[in-house]
């Protein structure tokens, strides 16, 4: 009996961190949608060439945004340490049986704290490999082959693997609206450009 109020305990503290970590990527969507309304990133300048501050932004909103980003994303990434530390609990109590409330393991949670989105797909053509892989534009890209936010340094880096691919299989993980999809992609030679009939753009920390 006492085991089974610890393990409920333990749950419910499980859960009630994830609904503050969806409270903080609500919140971290709407400062993003602040900086976009202005037209900047986290690291354009807000200073023009004189070293005055830009008058087509409003620079102390800008500031404070970034500075409210700065600190949520330090806050999720200690939230998402104490959701692990949970999880071990929880599976240590229940003798490891999956829970159908919460994520079973915690591969699940390193992808939730790890695997950001770090590409969007900007262009799809028709009947290309991508198309029949089933990627759509605007999928945000969470892993292509062996390539993630955590090691993904530029598209170069994406061609390359590409051009080793030619006729493998690649398995694509992305992100639809709230959906996790996981496809299979096999670059090759087709009617149009290149082996994939796709588009992809970096997207910046704050997009993530």
């Known amino acids: 009996m006492v085991v089974d109020m610890e393990l409920q305990e333990a749950k419910d503290y499980v859960l009630q961190l994830m609904k503050d970590k969806d409270k903080i990527e609500a919140d971290l969507k709407a400062l993003a949608e602040v900086l976009e309304t202005n037209h900047v990133g986290m690291d354009d300048p807000l200073v023009d060439s004189e070293g005055y501050p830009r008058s087509d932004i409003d620079v102390y909103q800008i500031r404070h945004t970034r500075h409210k980003i700065i600190c949520l994303k330090n806050d999720y990434k200690g939230l998402m340490n104490k959701i692990e530390e949970g999880l071990h609990k929880v599976h240590a109590l229940s003798g490891n049986q999956a829970e159908s409330s ?42 292509f082959g062996s390539i993630d936010c955590r090691n993904f340094k530029s598209l170069k880096d994406i061609g390359t693997l590409v051009q080793n691919s030619r006729y493998k299989t690649v398995n694509v993980k992305i992100k639809r609206g709230s959906d996790i999809i996981a496809l299979t992609l096999i670059p090759r030679p087709w009617i149009g450009n290149g082996l994939l009939g796709c588009n992809v753009i970096p997207l910046e920390m704050i997009e993530r």
């Open 102 to 143: 919460i994520p079973s393991t915690t591969n699940d949670i390193q992808d939730m704290v790890q695997l950001d989105p770090f590409l969007r797909v900007n262009l799809v053509s028709p009947n290309s490999p991508a198309e029949i892989a089933g990627i759509k534009v605007d999928d945000l890209i969470l892993e």
